[in-house]
């Protein structure tokens, strides 16, 4: 069973960065993913990486978070600045199979692995 272990959440003030980071043991070849949601919400899709590097991110974060992975470490980061309010939310690290299209790379039910989540609060 592939595991993945999520950390770096935490308490920060809005403008503010944070990064996260997710340790797994998932091929290298799996794409790799960040989702997030928030009491009462539907799980979002945040940003995610093909093991060639090739990245994917939802128009609310994009050029304020970025997603990268190294493939020798078995880890995938996301580096988010600038952050609002609205970034409020639990954040889970998630895996789909390599062969996954790239138009459905953002499809949650895509993904068969993931991992417990870590809070990041942003306060205003």
């Known amino acids: 069973q592939v595991q993945l272990v999520e950390s770096g959440g935490g308490l920060v003030q809005a403008g503010g960065s944070l990064r996260l980071s997710c340790t797994t043991s998932a091929r290298t070849s799996r794409v790799l993913a960040w989702f997030r949601q928030a009491p009462g919400k539907e799980r979002e899709f945040v940003a995610a990486?093909?093991?060639?590097?090739?990245?994917y991110y939802a128009d609310s974060v994009r050029g304020r978070f970025t997603i990268s992975r190294e493939n020798a470490k078995n880890t995938v980061y996301l580096q988010m600045n600038n952050l609002k309010p609205e970034d409020t939310a639990n954040y889970y690290c998630?895996?789909?199979?390599?062969?996954?299209?790239?138009?459905?790379?953002?499809?949650?039910?895509?993904?068969?692995?993931w991992g417990q989540g870590t809070q990041v609060t942003v306060s205003s």
């Open positions: 990486v093909h093991w060639s590097l090739t990245t």
């Open positions: 998630a895996t789909a199979p390599p062969g996954t299209f790239a138009s459905r790379v953002t499809w949650a039910t895509e993904y068969d692995y």
